[in-house]
């Protein structure tokens, strides 16, 4: 149980365009989601705490406006990297927090390559 | 604020041997310590949780891990390292338990040679 997954699990994509990348809880219902990124030999930095039916909490120094995040459902939150630019390159994982257990489940990451 | 300090990006053991993974942490409040492993293109899981209570935590495939605080430390260890064990191991703290904000190590890449 509590199965997380993304997709999709690679995109290129050109500068300029936007990217959508959904998560999804397979078997459990998840109130919270987070986005993280993680950048080559570098740790995972949370960027955003994605609540169903409200807006989303951004960590300091990350653009709301440049990661929509979308957490219309109780199964389902949406990061949409808008005008990618090849800095915005790098691994996306999100996670879900299940009730029972108080704990994260990850996803399988996505990875996004912006030429 | 907390943070989280893996000692060692890469650590190489032989098959059989002990592995030794650190991980320092500070935080202003008890902690909340957790072990996850990263195997290539997957997700992260859980190898164990430090909350409250026993300072060796056992967990999943024979890990475990002693809180210290007097050490602000939270190493990680197997008795006997097995191929299936190379993968990214990354350390986090949390204030809050599991299911909230957790701050990540750099990560520590283990690999099993025979």
């Known amino acids: 149980g509590a199965v997380v997954s993304q997709h999709p699990s690679r995109v290129i994509c050109k500068s300029g365009t936007s990217v959508k990348i959904e998560c999804r809880s397979l078997?459990?219902?998840?109130?919270?989601m987070f986005w993280y990124r993680q950048f080559p030999k570098k740790s995972l930095m949370l960027m955003a705490t994605?609540?169903?039916?409200?807006?989303?909490?951004?960590e300091q120094g990350v653009e709301k406006d440049k990661f929509l995040i979308n957490h219309a459902s109780l199964t389902l939150s949406t990061l949409t990297v808008t005008s990618a630019h090849p800095e915005d390159s790098s691994f996306y994982i999100c996670?879900?927090?299940?009730?029972?257990?108080?704990?994260?489940?990850f996803g399988p990451g996505t990875r996004l390559t912006v030429l | 604020a907390q943070s989280v300090t893996q000692l060692g990006s890469h650590v190489s053991v032989s098959e059989g041997a002990l592995v030794l993974l650190r991980c320092n942490y500070s935080?202003?409040?008890?902690?909340?310590l957790f072990w996850y492993v990263q195997y290539p293109n997957q997700g992260l899981q859980l190898l164990l949780k430090?909350?409250?209570?026993?300072?060796l935590v056992k967990g999943i495939n024979g890990f475990e891990a002693e809180f210290k605080k007097s050490e602000t430390s939270f190493h990680l260890t197997k008795p006997s390292a097995h191929m299936s064990d190379a993968a990214e191991y990354f350390c986090?703290?949390?204030?809050?338990?599991?299911?909230?904000?957790?701050?990540f190590g750099t990560g520590t890449q283990l690999k099993v040679e025979l």
């Open positions: 996670s879900a927090r299940a009730v029972t257990p108080n704990e994260q489940f």
């Open positions: 078997d459990f219902q998840a109130t919270t």
């Open positions: 994605s609540n169903e039916g409200s807006k989303a909490t951004y």
């Open positions: 935080s202003s409040v008890p902690p909340y």
């Open positions: 430090y909350t409250t209570g026993a300072t």
């Open positions: 986090a703290v949390s204030d809050t338990g599991g299911g909230n904000k957790l701050t």
